[in-house]
């Protein structure tokens, strides 16, 4: 069982270690699964027969022992050293490579169970959320707002709330599931979503926005126009960059292409079923569903709400529309 374990143990390190090099597209879910099935495994065998198997052994030490000294006082051996108690311990010890499965199978078990169905940490890699999340943010996804999967099959078990516009979404890419990407509902299923000369309708009705202050991009050294908007109940900012084009360039060939029509003006597109269209608030610096398309019910990962820390600037703690 040792050698056994060193190997599974190795290879949990050689894929972390070749995700974290780059040479795999790595499933932190799927590797997770993995080691709550694999601990369960050694927890179940050291519950019922390593541990009880310990436990006889030391039952057969003491009585061992008992016998040695009733034969020791037979003889008129009253007083002898003994280190019972020790061996005992030795006995009773978990050995490492249960130590490293069995022992680790309630916190990875717990872990799972908040990561799969209930908070999901996630990190802000870019700027394309700007002004409503900065890079760095840390923020919360609720996993179960819009019902709750099985984790990897990633199968409904439950409907949850309704996906409504406004909300911030994070989903599986479309064009590449490995990889989680976080924007704004702009479009449910049935809407058509039309971003032309740089202005949001939605099913001809244009989505009013008001000035703001501008906003400081200190990455970039700019200042860029800033809006409101209200897709939802809660109107939220973006920024625009008065420098870029309207019109979209290099856009995918993806599912349900024919349901959008490019223009030098931009685009319009009709969400198709079980379909949502995203945009960045930094809306011109945003690859969304502008560019690769819609994203279908299956990629959904749960509803970003809470910035619970970036090191870089503590403010930025607290919940966000």
Known sequence: ?????????????????????????????????????????????????????????????????????????????????????????????????????????????????????????????????????????LILVNKFHYGLRLPVANIKLTEGTPVQRGDVMVFRYPPRPSVDYIKRVVGVPGDEVAYLNKQLSINGQVVERHNQPEFFDESSMRYFKQYDEALGSQPHMLIQDEDRPAFITGADQFAFRENCRYSVEGVVCKVPAGHYFMMGDNRDNSLDSRYWGFVPDANIVGRAFFVWMNFGNIKRIGGFH
């Open 1 to 137: 069982m040792p050698y056994l374990t060193s190997l599974v143990l190795a290879a949990f390190v050689g894929y972390a270690g070749s995700w974290y090099l780059g040479l795999i597209e790595g499933n932190f879910a799927l590797l997770l699964l993995m080691a709550v099935v694999i601990s369960g495994i050694y927890w179940l065998a050291e519950r019922f027969y390593f541990w009880p198997q310990r436990q006889a052994a030391v039952l057969q030490l003491e009585a061992d022992a008992s016998a040695r000294q009733q034969e020791l006082n037979r003889l008129g051996i009253q007083k002898v050293d003994s280190n019972l108690a020790t061996s005992r311990d030795q006995l009773l010890m978990q050995p490492w490579w249960l130590d490293w499965t069995a022992g680790l199978f309630p916190v990875i078990l717990v872990v799972f169970i908040l990561r799969s169905f209930l908070f999901e940490p996630f990190k802000i890699p870019s700027g394309s959320m700007i002004p409503t999340l900065w890079v760095g943010d």
